[in-house]
């Protein structure tokens, strides 16, 4: 497998973060709206412990409303505070200071009992590779922003981007390694393109995908691709090929082209906005 994160970088990222976060109070925490579990790194709990959380279910516009509404009911049972959202967009953006205050507002009662004013919240933004977290940061960040230097109290050379008076976040994201030696979770992972295609190659790719979309979203393959979905998983690529025009140099029909396809009309939301893991799957 030929993936990027070697021990080294595992362990140099966790001493950083563990470093950053004893700056922050809130944990502002990525996942992928589409497999909310497998996009986590559960040793964020221990390295967030004592901070407030956040999580953010980003790339929304791709996944299931129904199932990211039970995820954020899971979540919020759990004691994260939970918005759902797409980086990329002002819209999703607009009420993130609102948020970040409401799951901050123990510290600023605390703060305002004190007698301390005006405060900001600090905060950082975590998550696994690909899962949105520089898009948030600069869709965030926008360009009204100034960024603070060092200043009394802050590390040196950690740059703080200041929102308003209210929040600073930390410029930098800690970036999470995901749990891909679970053989389920690395699927997930591939699936959604988070790990790009170095786990499995894209015609076994294409094949768990069909296996899991006539289980789970029964007939949206029929409707795209006008496909029989009562046939074998491998006879539905092949069919999609040929009912494509998926076809290889002599004209015949070419499972490779019709597994890319199917993938990447998957991964851009093409087949319609879909879930891969399921909340009542893991209760
Ligand atoms: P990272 O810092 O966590 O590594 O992730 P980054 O912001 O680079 O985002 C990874 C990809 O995800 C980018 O696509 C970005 O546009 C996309 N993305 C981020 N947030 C959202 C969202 O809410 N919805 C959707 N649909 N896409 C989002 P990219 O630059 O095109 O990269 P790629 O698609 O080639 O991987």
Redesign the pocket.
């Known amino acids: 497998m030929n993936f990027q994160w070697y021990p080294g970088h595992m362990t140099k990222a966790k001493r950083q973060m563990q470093e950053d976060i004893k700056l922050i109070d809130l944990v502002v925490e ?1 996942v992928d709206s589409r497999i909310p579990l497998s996009s986590r790194n559960p040793d964020i709990d221990e390295l967030g412990k004592n901070k407030f959380r956040l999580i953010l279910m ?5 996944a299931d409303k129904r199932q990211s509404d039970r995820w954020a009911k899971y979540f919020e049972s759990k004691g994260y505070f939970v918005y759902s ?4 967009t002002k819209n ?1 953006i607009k009420k993130i200071t609102d948020i970040i205050m409401e799951a901050c507002k123990e510290k600023i009662e605390r703060d305002r009992k004190r007698g301390i004013k005006n405060r900001p919240v600090r905060a950082m933004v975590v ?1 696994i ?8 940061i600069n869709s965030y960040a926008g360009k009204a922003v100034t960024k603070t230097g060092n200043k009394p109290g802050v590390t040196k050379g950690k740059q703080w981007i200041r929102m308003g008076k209210n929040v600073e976040l930390l410029d930098t ?1 800690g970036i999470l390694w995901p749990k891909f030696e679970d053989q389920m979770v690395g699927l997930r992972l591939a699936l959604v ?1 988070s790990i790009k295609d170095e786990i499995l190659n894209t015609d076994e790719l294409a094949l768990e995908l069909v296996k899991f979309l006539k289980e789970k979203y029964s007939g949206i393959l029929n409707e795209r691709y006008d496909v029989d979905e009562s046939q074998k998983d491998i006879d539905i690529i092949s069919q999609i090929a040929v009912n494509r025009n998926c076809l290889s140099k002599g004209s015949e029909p070419d499972f490779s082209k019709a597994a890319n396809l199917l993938i990447d009309e998957f991964r851009s ?1 093409k087949l319609g906005k879909i879930t891969v893991e399921w909340c009542e799957d893991n209760e």
């Open positions: 990525l980003n790339k929304a516009d791709l959202l797409d980086a990329r999703g998550g590779p690909n899962v949105g977290k520089s898009t948030f994201p393109g939301g």
